[in-house]
């Protein structure tokens, strides 16, 4: 078999375009040079065919044949190109990637030697660590050797190269993005739980925001999201810098990744999307995950280039991660890249004796599959013939690049400068228990469990029941602004004020403005800052994420608060998460997602069961997630600044059926106004016999049953929460307190609400001051219905609201 150029060239043409391959053969004859005009000629000559119909309404069959040859022409430019750099890889480029693959193979080991050997303990049991192993795939390390890296891409604490999301194979990636004995420790470290940077024990998966490093994420589909964000940052500052996402070719069946690369595809964003197809997600065969011939086929599918490349051959992976991060800062856009090779060794430590049939002893060489073991036998053995490590040292030598004996000298080295990190890691301490209250949020105090019934808490916290000031508003003004203007001119105040504010979401750009015409206004000023997402709620949710760690202020937008179900996980195990797994560290101090999520929210329309829903309940118990719920537009202007400008993400609840509400407007000044407290309630209204605590857009129903009931001489006090995280639990205890009598109004469903939330901290904490239960008023336990009559049933009404008032104040 030949292996020239130009046979290897008719090869990855008959890999991706099958029918070319004869034509290009032939083209080049036996000349052994590859002459894209020469392809290009053959090409037309052999497809643009005369007379043909439309293929389809207003395309030309010789427009889409042409269409076909440039992408030909484009892939086989990209074969060069990655040719070229293959050639161009220096000696030393060459022996970093086969230290790399070594370092990174001692390193798995060792995770496994921690595994099985009891070498830690916490308390009388050994604390064996849950962990992932990368063997058989460790040439990954090759993937960022041209990629920015390194010191030198560090200014002023801040990285400024290029960022990579490993998954839990990618060790070697991870390696290689800052291959230094700290980097051993951290790996080392975030499997034993201990304390250090980054993770202080609140994650395993490791990551180093000050190397370009995310941390893995169990949810594998998620990180691709991110880097998407990432790349939308890159983008928008233009900034060279290029944001790769690595997945396991199991993941590549969850819709976030596929949600990823088509956001990135739409935009030309500067990310590359890497496929490593190992054989086996967990246990699962390929063929039991995908019906496709190579993963690469579903770069197409976006109108992205795609390859398909062997993943045990550094070069090659150097060449393609070189090839797609030029094409990517060079505003091509993205393109996919699959590495094919084999997982050597179960999915985690413990799944090694079901993997292989029996616990491998720790070597540099693969483990040999014994007959129990669940790994395809004939697969197994074929790759065992294509350890990395070893076919690399074979090439290197045979070069003359490394000398016979360099690889066992460096293996010592590097066993030993491994082992001295595992003995740091085993002497280190435990991170101290109390910082489990750590870093949920920045800035906040650590949260602890607290003995509520301990007389001295009660004594201490029992003082105050007063009612705070009545909190000065603009009053009604017929010819002020509406809820949805004062949200607007709150947004424009941030686009105005902090150039890395950009607003994301569907169709918020171009002529439209929103779905409600919302940013309609803005789009004259701003309209390249305010950019349509794709049609992907968690491809929103992910862009802002992203883009937030990468220094920018996005405003994202739910079209309908309902669809945030799509981006649910990308919310609460990503945006919420983010700040407490990379462990609050000094080194990576300030690693949060701070961006605001604007949900359009409520019923009261007749808009039915996916146009109405109250969703807050759902991220109220999130830890990580901050939501706002303005009721006036005041209070919605105000917010949004405060929002924009909070190190952590803000969930902006805003109710549609307030949006024009005449009868809610106010006078807002011309300039910014003062940002309002994030986490601090207003009091509407005072009085002494009944608290009524609300929030949206039920707070002026709560208003109007006070008014009617003080004609009566009953003074109702209204709480209006406004911040629903973090709770203004002070103001609610102390109104609580003051009026012994509370009613709690929310258009929400009952059951698990925060109604129900509240009710039990009154009652636990302001127990003795009650003179009557604590009464939840909401909506009935169904979904949202349509049709008027039934709406009007499903919610609360003005009625029940005064009924429960009345009943209360009788008690
Ligand atoms: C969304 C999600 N579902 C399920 C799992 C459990 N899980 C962990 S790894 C894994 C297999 C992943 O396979 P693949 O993406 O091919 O990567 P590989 O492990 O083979 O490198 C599964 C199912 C998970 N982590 N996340």
């Not at 199991?250 to 490593?276: D, K």
């Not at 707070?699 to 008014?707: I, R």
Request: aromatic share 8%.
């Amino acid at each position: 078999m030949t292996t020239s150029r130009a046979s290897r060239f008719a090869a990855f043409l008959a890999e991706r375009f099958p029918f070319v391959a004869p034509l290009a053969i032939r083209a080049f004859g036996d000349s052994g040079s590859i002459d894209i005009d020469k392809l290009r000629d053959a090409l037309g000559d052999a497809l643009l065919l005369g007379d043909l119909p439309e293929t389809t309404p207003r395309v030309s069959a010789r427009e889409r044949l042409q269409q076909a040859i440039d992408e030909i022409i484009e892939a086989a430019e990209g074969f060069l190109e990655r040719d070229a750099i293959a050639a161009s890889l220096n000696a030393d480029e060459k022996r970093e990637m086969l230290r790399g693959m070594l370092l990174t193979r001692a390193v798995d080991n060792r995770l496994k030697q921690f595994f099985t050997g009891g070498e830690v303990r916490w308390g009388n049991a050994s604390f064996q660590g849950k962990g992932f192993r990368s063997l058989g795939q460790e040439a990954i390390y090759a993937a960022v050797i041209r990629l920015r890296r390194g010191a030198e891409h560090r200014r002023n604490g801040e990285w400024r190269g290029d960022v990579v999301s490993p998954m839990i194979r990618d060790l070697g990636a991870v390696l290689g993005m800052h291959n230094d004995r700290e980097t051993v420790r951290m790996v080392l470290s975030a499997q034993m739980g201990k304390a250090g940077p980054p993770m202080n024990g609140k994650d395993l998966h490791v990551g180093a925001w000050l190397h370009g490093v995310l941390p893995a994420m169990a949810p594998l589909g998620t990180p691709a999201l991110t880097i998407a964000g990432i790349a939308m940052a890159f983008k928008l500052r233009r900034e060279p810098r290029v944001a790769v996402s690595f997945v396991g070719e199991g993941t590549t069946s969850l819709g976030e990744w596929h949600e990823a690369i088509n956001a990135c595809a739409a935009r030309r964003l500067p990310a590359v999307f890497c496929v490593e197809n190992n054989q086996t997600a967990l246990s699962t065969p390929v063929r039991d995950n995908s019906a496709v011939r190579v993963f690469a086929d579903k770069g197409p599918g976006y109108g992205i280039p795609s390859i398909t490349i062997d993943g045990t051959d550094p070069e090659a992976i150097a060449a393609a991660f070189t090839w797609a991060a030029n094409r990517a800062r060079n505003g091509a856009g993205p393109a996919l890249i699959e590495l094919v090779a084999m997982r050597m060794c179960g999915h985690a430590h413990h799944d090694d004796m079901l993997y292989l049939g029996k616990d491998p002893q720790i070597s540099w060489s693969y483990p040999a599959l014994t007959e129990q073991g669940y790994a395809d036998r004939e697969t197994y053995e074929y790759w065992r013939q294509r350890d990395p490590i070893v076919t690399y040292a074979a090439r290197l030598e045979a070069a003359g690049v490394i000398a016979a004996g360099d690889v066992d000298a460096w293996k010592r080295e590097i066993d030993e400068l491994v082992e001295e990190e595992a003995r740091n890691v085993i002497d280190a301490p435990w991170p101290d228990g109390a910082a489990a209250g750590d870093g949920v949020f920045a800035n906040e105090a650590r949260r602890t469990h607290v003995e509520v019934l301990e007389p001295e808490w009660r004594e201490r916290a029992s003082r105050d029941i007063a009612l705070p000031e009545v909190e000065a508003a603009p009053p009604f003004d017929a010819k002020g602004k509406t809820f949805l203007e004062a949200i607007m001119l709150g947004i424009g105040d941030v686009l105005r004020a902090d150039e890395r504010a950009f607003v994301y979401g569907e169709d918020v750009g171009g002529k439209y403005g929103n779905a409600f015409l919302l940013l309609r206004p803005l789009l004259k000023e701003f309209g390249e800052r305010i950019i349509n997402s794709v049609l992907s709620e968690a491809a929103t949710i992910g862009v802002c994420t992203g883009a937030a760690l990468a220094g920018m202020r996005p405003i994202g937008e739910m079209q309908f608060n309902d669809f945030v179900a799509t981006g649910f996980n990308a919310l609460v195990n990503n945006a919420a998460k983010l700040r407490y797994r990379w462990g609050n560290s000094t080194a990576d101090a300030g690693v949060g997602a701070p961006f605001v999520l604007r949900m359009p929210w409520g019923g009261l329309r007749y808009a039915g069961p996916y146009h109405s829903q109250n969703t807050e309940a759902w991220f109220y118990r999130t830890p990580g997630l901050k939501i706002v719920v303005p009721s006036t537009p005041h209070d919605a202007r105000s917010l949004m600044i405060a929002a924009a400008n909070d190190p952590d993400p803000v969930l902006y609840y805003e109710h549609i059926a307030l949006y024009r509400d005449p009868k809610i407007k106010q006078a807002l000044t011309d300039e910014t106004p003062t940002p309002t407290a994030i986490g601090k309630a207003a009091l509407r209204r005072a009085g002494d016999d009944l608290a009524i605590v609300s929030y949206g857009a039920y707070v002026h129903d709560a208003m109007h049953v006070a008014e009617t009931l003080a004609r009566e001489g009953h003074q109702c006090a209204v709480l209006d929460l406004r911040t629903l995280v973090p709770l203004d639990r002070e103001t609610v205890l102390a109104v609580a307190r003051h009026c012994s009598r509370v009613l709690i109004v929310h258009e929400d469903t009952r059951s698990g609400s925060i109604g129900e939330s509240l009710a039990a901290i009154i009652q636990e904490e302001a127990f003795e001051y009650l003179d009557a239960p604590v009464r939840v008023l909401g909506a009935l336990d169904t979904p949202v219905p349509y049709s008027p009559p039934l709406e009007e049933v499903f919610l609360p009404s003005a009625e029940q609201i005064e009924r429960a008032a009345r009943l209360l104040l009788a008690y």
